[in-house]
RNA sequence: GGAGAGAUGGCCGAGUGGACGAAGGCGCACGCCUGGAGAGCGUGUGGGCCCCAAAAGGGUCUCGAGGGUUCGAAUCCCUCUCUCUCCGCCA
């Protein structure tokens, strides 16, 4: 949520972010907050002077009646008040609703470091480390690898659940186990994030703060009792902090959390049909930061940094990309995706996307730091990265590191995490 | 799932219809005191919104949430949420 003073003092500044989204100016509606916002300001103004009054004229009750005296008139004069006070009430609650349900659907504002694009050609890219791999033999996608050596399993994921379901057998299942673990010990022991083990099922309150609320309800699992899967660790991590400050020397504070993630990729049917690239449910190793306002930016460079050196020690190719303006999350202010390389079926594959939310989920969330030398409790920025997606990082690897007889090589860095493996099948 | 108890400021805790974010204590900050520290003494110490160009200042709201009774609610009534205890079930 921006605030709604940015929206009054310079609602152009607004309008061109969100046209720059691409998105409508009618969905995200920024000359209904302005109207709505300047009645509540009128509603408030007269609504407070009569609670001024009726306030004045409670003290006077009492001081007559300690006096002894007569108090009917007073009385009579303020069951009027207190009638319009209980009506003005019930105005200013329906305005503030509305100006929240608008302020809900209008996007954070693009970092001006952000390239300024209507799709995804317009992103650009940062750096690439690594190579591909060279093969000498008929590369093939990692749902192949899979199935030959009996790792993956389509078919029954299908049965147990649906498409878009895997079930990992043996050495596949034991993969992803290494990978997890791989990332969590980086991230905790060399990097300086705590881990967290969050819950997975969140609240509506939970899923308005990150912003996947209201807006994108339909990408979510609902349980019958309204809590929401987590579509990644991020929403209830982020929400760890709702409605709390925060001491300065806290900041920043990182967290690191292995969660699966359920999303019900709506919209996206044709799109990765095959392999373990786009489920409905997946593992994730995510990253949050709570950052001072002053340097989140930085923490989205480290925080990239940090995913990065997940890649590099799988030995990984990939490239950083810097997300334009219509490609960018609605919570987003920026985001750098990292694009690992698919050897098997030769493309960039988004495995990781960090994201500066900067203050607009900290003001949904309401999270806030106390400042040190004093002062008002400012919004903490909050970031998110994932540090990396798992299923992909998984069939990242057998791809590329297949060999031609359909066997897979174990990088060294996940060997110790596999009992020593160091080929499977 | 059944029965009961509870929710007040950073924390503990008083307050059952009338001035007041709300006694007292702890904590914290600052000052005095001290060679220094402690003790002691004194002062201060939540957040939101609105008015104001801003500061200063002022107003208003806020005792888990929402609604009701009343001229007036932390206090009375209703609903909900959460926490705790006991019973049942259970990894």
């Not at 997606?389 to 057998?398: L, N, T």
Request: include cysteine; aromatic fraction near 6%.
């Amino acid at each position: 949520m921006l605030d709604v003073k940015t929206i009054r003092e310079d609602p152009e500044r607004v309008k061109r972010a969100i046209t720059e989204r691409g998105m409508s100016v009618e969905v995200a509606d920024v000359e209904g907050v302005l109207e709505i916002d300047a009645r509540r300001r009128e509603i408030l103004v007269e609504v407070e002077e009569l609670k001024r009054r009726s306030n004045k004229a409670s003290e006077e009750i009492v001081a007559l009646k300690k006096k002894g005296r007569d108090t009917a008139p007073v009385v009579g004069e303020m069951k009027g008040i207190s009638e319009s006070i209980k009506e003005m009430d019930t105005d200013v609650r329906e305005v503030e609703a509305r100006i929240r349900e608008l302020m809900l659907d209008i996007p954070n504002i693009p970092d001006g470091s952000v390239p300024i694009g209507a799709d995804e050609t317009a992103n650009v890219e940062v750096r690439r480390s690594g190579k591909p791999p060279e093969f000498t033999f008929k590369s093939k996608p990692h749902w192949e690898l899979g199935e030959e050596l009996d790792i993956l399993d389509f078919q029954r994921g299908a049965k147990i659940a649906s498409s878009r379901f895997t079930l990992l057998k043996g050495a596949g299942a034991l993969l992803e186990r290494a990978l997890m673990n791989l990332m969590l010990d980086v991230h905790t022991r060399e990097h300086g994030y705590t881990e967290v083990f969050p819950p997975i099922l969140g609240n509506r309150d939970t899923f308005t703060s990150t912003g996947q609320l209201p807006k994108f309800e339909e990408d979510m699992y609902v349980c019958s009792d309204d809590l929401l899967l987590a579509p990644t660790a991020e929403v209830p991590v982020t929400n760890i902090f709702r409605d709390e400050i925060i001491p300065e020397e806290n900041l920043p504070i990182k967290y690191s959390a292995y969660t699966p993630c359920f999303r019900r990729e709506a919209g996206s049917y044709g799109k990765d049909v095959r392999g373990i690239i786009r489920q409905h449910q997946f593992n994730k190793v995510e990253m949050v930061k709570f950052a001072h306002p002053d340097n989140s930016f930085d923490e989205l460079e480290s925080m990239t940094a940090d995913a990065e050196d997940i890649l590099e020690r799988l030995g990984l190719h990939f490239r950083v990309v810097s997300l334009c303006t219509a490609d960018l999350g609605f919570s987003a202010a920026k985001c750098y995706d990292l694009e690992v390389w698919m050897a098997g079926v030769g493309e960039f594959k988004e495995i990781s996307s960090c994201s500066n939310c900067t203050d607009f989920q900290a003001r949904r969330a309401n999270i806030r730091f106390k400042p040190a030398v004093g002062g008002k409790p400012r919004f903490v920025h909050t970031l998110n990265g994932s540090g990396v997606a798992i299923g992909r990082a998984s069939a990242a690897v057998m791809e590329h590191y297949q060999m031609d007889d359909g066997r897979i090589v174990v990088p060294p860095a996940l060997q110790p995490y596999m009992g020593g493996m160091t080929v499977i099948g």
